[in-house]
C-alpha cells in the first residue's frame, strides 16, 4: 500500500535561516508524482508545484527548491532565505489515480518563522 | 472567474441535524471532490465525481451524501450531523484526465467550510 509520512510536526526557524521539509513516499510504483501544497494561517490551500520521480534535476522557482533522493523515497522541499510569510502548513501529496485527481495526503509540517 | 466557492464559511449544527454544505466551480472542472481536514491527519478524501451523474466513495464517506447534477455544482449532505464530523471542509475540482491541459492541473481548493456540531 501506498504511504506518505511528513515526519516533521512543526519546524521553527528565525527569518533568513534556510529550512527543508521532508516528505517519504513508499510505494511499488517505479514511478510516481508528489504534490505540495502550502496552508497559511488564512486556511486556503494553495498548490506549490507538482514533482516527478523521474525528474533528475532539482526544481527551483525563487527562493523554493525541490529535490527527490531516490535511494530514500524522499521528496525533500528547501526554502531559502524564510521569510514570516512563509509561516503556514506545508503538505505534500501523491496521487492515488494516474489522473492525478485523487489526493492522498500527508500530515503536514507546520513551519513557524519568527523575525 | 470565482474558481471555486464553498458556502457556507462557518455553521454549527446540533447532533442530529441535516445541512447541505455547497460547492461550485466556474472553470468547468469535470472532476470534484470533498475533503475533510482535521488537526494531526491531513486531509482525507470523502467523496468525489469524474462528472456529471457520476459520484464515488472516498477515504471516508460514511454519514455523507453527494450528487453532482451540474458540471458546476457538487454538495455534500449530512443527513444526521454528529460530532465527529466536526471538521474542516474543502470541496476541489480539477480538469478530467484525458484533456489537453489535465497532465500539470492541480487540484484547485475552495477556502474551506468550518463545521462544528454540539
Known amino acids: 500500500a501506498q504511504k506518505v509520512t511528513q515526519a516533521q510536526t512543526e519546524i521553527s526557524v528565525v527569518e533568513k535561516e534556510d529550512v527543508t521539509l521532508d516528505c517519504v513516499y513508499e510505494t511499488r510504483d517505479t514511478t510516481y508524482y508528489l504534490f505540495w501544497y502550502k496552508q497559511p494561517p488564512s486556511g486556503e490551500l494553495v498548490f506549490l508545484i507538482r514533482r516527478n520521480s523521474f525528474d533528475e534535476q532539482n526544481e527551483i522557482s525563487g527562493r523554493y527548491s525541490w529535490n527527490f533522493q531516490k535511494s530514500t523515497s524522499s521528496f525533500n522541499f528547501t526554502i531559502t532565505a524564510s521569510q514570516v510569510v512563509d509561516s503556514a502548513v506545508y503538505f505534500c501529496a501523491p496521487p492515488l489515480n494516474t489522473g492525478f485527481q485523487k489526493l492522498v495526503f500527508g500530515t503536514g509540517t507546520r513551519l513557524l518563522v519568527s523575525p | 472567474n470565482a474558481g471555486v466557492t464553498q458556502t457556507p464559511k462557518f455553521q454549527v449544527l446540533k447532533t442530529g441535524q441535516s445541512m447541505t454544505l455547497q460547492c461550485a466551480q466556474d472553470?468547468?472542472?469535470?472532476?470534484m471532490s470533498w475533503y475533510r481536514q482535521d488537526p494531526g491527519m491531513g486531509l482525507r478524501l470523502i467523496h468525489y465525481s469524474v462528472g456529471a451523474g457520476i459520484t464515488d466513495q472516498g477515504e471516508v464517506p460514511n454519514g455523507y451524501n453527494v450528487s453532482r447534477s451540474t458540471t458546476e455544482d457538487f454538495p455534500l449532505r449530512l443527513l444526521s450531523a454528529a460530532p465527529s464530523q466536526t471538521s474542516v471542509y474543502f470541496c476541489a475540482s480539477t480538469l478530467r484526465l484525458g484533456t489537453p491541459s489535465s497532465y500539470n492541473s492541480p487540484l484547485h481548493f475552495g477556502n474551506g467550510t468550518r463545521l462544528t456540531v454540539t
Open positions: 472553470m468547468n472542472h469535470e472532476y
